[in-house]
């Protein structure tokens, strides 16, 4: 692959496209016949829709979204993004998952098991090119690999909240959580929380359900135990996400 990259870049501002699926789901199908490998659908609470997954990490990953309440939405295979660099055809990249976040950011994150730009040249090239256009309109953009998805404590966590993710949440219940923690000066210990949602498991799947939808949040990082903290959603400035844009000439 040859050209000038300087070029290429400087190019960008008027060749570079992001097409999305007109009714916000996942632009790309990747479950198919030909897989030899894992594969699934993930039914998430948050985004309201099931996200496909061709790999064991981005399911781990899905469940680091639906527990961190930072996360408004998310959506796997968001878009698919084609730089033009003058080559015959333009390059095309469908990054993995589009993260909304609660203070108006957008991410965009790749899902790698490990990642070495030197194994492909051409391919990080491409991953290149895509940052700069994510960053030209405002967006992050992230390779994410195995050992911060699989970190012991932090995905122990996030499973133990996301299995409850489709639990009901009713009004009585969030005003429980709303009365307990406040009551408590602003944090209380996750069983006394989990206490006052219900005898037992009962409880703890309610008060996961909470967490998944925004209403409370725990530190995702740490061992989830009986005595952590949990602590109201701080209210931010919701922005208007939407995954049905077009985005020519940027």
């Known amino acids: 692959m040859k050209f000038d990259v300087e070029l290429a870049m400087l190019r960008l501002r ?30 998430s609470a948050k985004a309201k829709r099931s996200l496909p997954w061709e790999d064991r990490r981005e399911r781990m990953y899905f469940w680091h979204c639906e527990a961190d309440s930072e996360v408004i939405n998310y959506l796997a295979q968001p878009h698919r993004l084609e730089i033009d660099i003058r080559l015959r055809t333009p390059l095309i990249y469908f990054p993995d998952i589009r993260r909304d976040m609660a203070n108006g950011s957008v991410q965009i994150r790749e899902i790698k098991k490990v ?9 990080d090239l491409k991953i290149s090119l895509a940052r700069e256009v994510y960053a030209g309109i405002g967006w992050s953009f992230e390779i994410v690999q195995s050992d911060e998805i699989e970190s012991r404590s932090k995905l122990a966590t996030v499973r133990r909240i996301q299995r409850y993710r489709n639990v009901r949440v009713t009004t009585h219940s969030q005003f429980a959580v709303l009365n307990i923690i406040e009551q408590s ?6 069983r006394r929380v989990a206490e006052v949602l219900g005898d037992g498991p009962s409880g703890e799947a309610r008060l996961c359900a909470c967490i998944v939808r925004r209403i409370a949040t725990v530190d ?18 919701k922005a ?8 020519g000439a940027l």
Do not use: M
């Not at 699926?21 to 016949?33: E, F, H, T």
């Not at 000066?185 to 996750?190: D, E, N, S, T």
């Not at 995702?220 to 400035?237: M, N, T």
């Open 240 to 247: 208007d996400f939407g995954y049905g844009e077009t985005l």
């Open 14 to 43: 008027t060749t570079a496209e992001i097409i999305s699926d007109a009714r916000g789901g996942p632009i790309r199908k990747i479950i198919n016949g030909r897989h030899h490998k894992p594969t699934g659908r993930y039914s």
């Open 115 to 123: 990642y070495d730009p030197h194994d492909d040249p051409e391919y």
């Open 185 to 190: 000066g602003g944090a209380a210990p996750f």
């Open 220 to 237: 995702i990082a740490a061992p989830l135990k009986s005595d952590s903290p949990v602590f109201l959603v701080p209210q931010h400035p």
